[in-house]
């Protein structure tokens, strides 16, 4: 077993640092990109700002997660839509629907489907597919950046041939992440913008997610109202808050 193997995370991103980038691990380096897209526990609002040709829809989401693989989202508005909710807890996702009054489970096939028509994925909404389903290698780096390139793991449950991403290589707060199809032709892209503190990490309040195959989808995604470090109860992340909230 390799020596690396055996060390956490944060040991990993201290070697990283004091040895020159010498030791650069890349699963070191993506878990830190990864833990920067996840901030810390948090409350927030969401702005959704859907493009499409000629056209733009606007959802206000309130989000709760506990800075790890649990998040729960209520949809405020339009009004069309107020009262929708969605609960991530690490590979499971239940969607709430005030029409039906009841929580479906998603399968795990319908992760990549589409979020109220936006270019967000189920994925991209929260969990650590990139860290779990993904092999890394160190594609580039600098003394600014760091760039990686995720193969997929064998039976990994993902449309793409393989993924880019870059980041700050201080502070590992991600820049962009570029998806490839099977053919390697670039299908999606993720930017990031205007990082705030959370923690002892650099959060991106400013996301836009562009389809790279159907010009004018563009989804952006602000946050705001948001308040990291704070203690969030467990009953936040239970079938019942899809209704009732928390």
Same mark, same amino acid.
């Given at each position: 077993?390799?020596?690396?193997?055996?060390?956490?995370?944060?040991?990993?991103?201290?070697?990283?640092?004091?040895?020159?980038?010498?030791?650069?691990?890349?699963?070191?380096?993506?878990?830190?990109?990864?833990?920067?897209?996840?901030?810390?526990?948090?409350?927030?609002?969401?702005?959704?700002?859907?493009?499409?040709?000629?056209?733009?829809?606007?959802?206000?989401?309130?989000?709760?997660?506990?800075?790890?693989?649990?998040?729960?989202?209520?949809?405020?508005?339009?009004?069309? !839509?107020?009262?929708?909710?969605? %609960?991530?807890?690490? @590979?499971?996702?239940?969607? #709430? /629907? &005030? $029409? +039906?009054?009841?929580?479906?489970?998603?399968?795990?096939?319908?992760?990549?489907?589409?979020?109220?028509?936006? !270019?967000?994925?189920?994925?991209? %909404?929260?969990?650590? @597919?990139?860290?779990?389903? #993904? /092999? &890394? $290698? +160190?594609?580039?780096?600098?003394?600014?950046?760091?760039?990686?390139?995720?193969?997929?793991?064998?039976?990994?449950?993902?449309?793409?041939?393989?993924?880019?991403?870059?980041?700050?290589?201080?502070? #590992?707060? &991600?820049?962009?992440?570029?998806?490839?199809?099977?053919?390697?032709?670039?299908?999606?892209?993720?930017?990031?913008?205007?990082?705030?503190?959370?923690?002892?990490?650099?959060?991106?309040?400013?996301?836009?997610?562009?389809?790279?195959?159907?010009?004018?989808?563009?989804?952006?995604?602000?946050?705001?109202?948001?308040?990291?470090?704070?203690?969030?109860?467990?009953?936040?992340?239970?079938?019942?808050?899809?209704?009732?909230?928390?």
């Amino acid at each position: 077993m390799s020596r690396w193997t055996t060390l956490p995370a944060a040991v990993m991103v201290l070697m990283f640092f004091t040895t020159g980038h010498a030791a650069t691990d890349p699963r070191a380096v993506l878990r830190a990109i990864v833990d920067s897209t996840r901030g810390t526990s948090m409350r927030a609002t969401l702005t959704l700002a859907v493009q499409r040709p000629g056209q733009e829809t606007t959802y206000v989401l309130a989000v709760v997660g506990d800075g790890r693989a649990r998040s729960l989202v209520h949809v405020r508005a339009p009004v069309r !839509d107020a009262g929708q909710a969605f %609960l991530i807890d690490g @590979d499971n996702l239940w969607i #709430y /629907t &005030p $029409r +039906l009054k009841r929580a479906l489970r998603l399968p795990p096939s319908g992760r990549s489907e589409s979020f109220l028509g936006s !270019d967000i994925s189920y994925n991209d %909404l929260g969990g650590r @597919d990139l860290e779990e389903d #993904y /092999t &890394p $290698r +160190l594609l580039a780096e600098d003394v600014t950046a760091v760039t990686l390139e995720l193969t997929p793991k064998p039976q990994a449950p993902t449309p793409y041939g393989r993924v880019t991403i870059s980041a700050d290589a201080r502070t #590992y707060a &991600p820049a962009e992440i570029v998806f490839y199809d099977q053919r390697s032709q670039a299908v999606k892209r993720i930017t990031f913008a205007d990082y705030v503190p959370a923690g002892t990490r650099r959060f991106p309040t400013r996301i836009a997610l562009s389809d790279l195959l159907r010009p004018g989808y563009r989804t952006l995604a602000v946050y705001s109202a948001y308040q990291f470090g704070i203690a969030v109860p467990e009953q936040c992340f239970t079938i019942r808050a899809l209704e009732s909230g928390c």
